[in-house]
């Protein structure tokens, strides 16, 4: 089964075909040949996916999925949420000037709870479908770990006393929001196949 998984980010292709199995041969944005950075305009992690779906749905008329990551901050009033990626303005998509960045608004706070939320946009022959993936956890004092990617080195998952970044990707791949999200697309999938 192929599909197209509306990203041209590397570290996320990896990381979904990796979860989903050689039962689905995922192709990128590149592999269609779409090298648009497809504006994330919403107002919530939703609205970002359904515009990424859509605009490969509409343009080249294939089964898709897209998927946007928020990492939600209790202390902070659920920020950086939808603008996670984007959360030290002006330096779009830089993971350590992120995490400085979120490290220095919480400052001494005690309260560290968070959350990553996943949700997943699915188009198959046009209708549209939702899943979300969530996992609790909270904000590290430091960053520490090398693997995976974003904000990995400072989130640590409940029930672990690790980040992210130190656990590796097997073990983030079977719990992580990211994990659960395509748990839910796969069963979609799996359930009614696309040709």
């Known amino acids: 089964?192929?599909?197209?998984?509306?990203?041209?980010n590397q570290h996320k292709l990896e990381e979904i075909r990796h979860i989903l199995g050689e039962q689905f041969e995922i192709v990128s944005l590149q592999d269609i040949g779409c090298n648009t950075d497809i504006p994330e305009t919403g107002e919530?992690?939703?609205?970002?996916?359904?515009?990424?779906?859509?605009?490969?749905?509409?343009?080249?008329?294939?089964?898709?999925f897209a998927d946007d990551t928020g990492l939600e901050?209790?202390?902070?009033?659920?920020?950086?949420?939808?603008?996670?990626?984007?959360?030290?303005e002006g330096a779009g998509h830089d993971s350590e000037a992120n995490m400085s960045k979120l490290l220095a608004n919480l400052k001494e706070n005690n309260n560290r709870?968070?959350?990553?939320?996943?949700?997943?946009?699915?188009?198959?022959k046009g209708e549209e479908q939702l899943f979300e993936g969530v996992v609790r956890g909270e904000i590290?004092?430091?960053?520490?770990?090398?693997?995976?990617?974003?904000?990995?080195?400072?989130?640590?998952?409940?029930?672990?006393?690790?980040?992210?970044?130190?656990?590796?990707?097997?073990?983030?791949?079977?719990?992580?929001?990211?994990?659960?999200?395509?748990?839910?697309?796969?069963?979609?999938?799996?359930?009614?196949?696309c040709s």
């Open 44 to 64: 919530t992690l939703e609205e970002n996916a359904l515009i990424k779906a859509r605009y490969v749905y509409e343009r080249y008329g294939l089964d898709c």
């Open 140 to 193: 590290s004092r430091s960053r520490s770990g090398s693997e995976g990617f974003g904000y990995d080195p400072i989130f640590v998952p409940e029930g672990y006393d690790r980040s992210f970044a130190e656990l590796g990707a097997e073990i983030k791949n079977s719990i992580s929001h990211r994990a659960r999200a395509v748990e839910k697309l796969a069963e979609r999938l799996n359930a009614s196949p």
């Open 73 to 88: 901050v209790d202390a902070l009033g659920g920020e950086p949420g939808v603008r996670s990626a984007r959360y030290a």
């Open 113 to 124: 709870k968070a959350r990553f939320r996943t949700v997943i946009a699915l188009i198959i």
């Open 1 to 8: 089964m192929k599909i197209v998984f509306a990203t041209n």
